[in-house]
């Protein structure tokens, strides 16, 4: 289980992201990625190996400046360390949701078959891709993410801390544990999400800690668990 950061607010989202995730290189990892949405829509980099592959990779195609984004630092469970099987995940034919995960999928290979069966194309071997897939097919039934993300986990067997964002709504972010640490950091006017509180401590020392089983929906100045 690696790397979660995952930023609303007003500062440049890329310097939160790869702050944090700097933060956590200490704890090993073979790939790393971020999303941000902007005016622009939603843009995602990603490369296998070092950070430094993916600041890289965004000097060669630079990210619009963006309010909302989700970075993500991989320790390889399900496929092998490639650019494609990198987190962040996109899921549904529109490409509209993004997904970072940590943890295992143990049901995956099940779910990844009845998506299969309705049309969902898969782009990696990671377990993961099945949690954006579901929560997109999920979206489509509510309207909501939140309720497709509460309607999503209840089909997942293993471990997740989990943070998505929506193309189509800059606003929020919701998040999702069990098993898997996460951390929501306070600020004012913005708020974080992390795995490990080591990688939000120079910005803010006010925490939630999520439990067991929790789902959180963040906006900059908003936070419910
Ligand atoms: N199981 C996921 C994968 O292999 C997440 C790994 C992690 O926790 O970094 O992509």
Redesign the pocket.
Known sequence: ??GIVGYVGPKSTLDVLLGGLRRLEYRG?DSAGVSVISGAGLETRKKAGKLDNLVGEIDAHPLPAAHIGIGHT??????APTDG?A?PHLGGSALKLSLI?????ENHANLRRLLQEEGYVFTSD???EVIAHLVEKELKATGNLLAAVQKSVKQLHGAYGTVLMDKNDSSRLVVARSGSPLVIGLGIGENFISSDQLALLPITNRFIYLEEGDIARLTRNSIEV
């Open positions: 289980m690696c990892y991989r320790w390889a469970t399900h496929g099987n987190h995960h940590n943890g295992i999928i990671t377990d993961t």
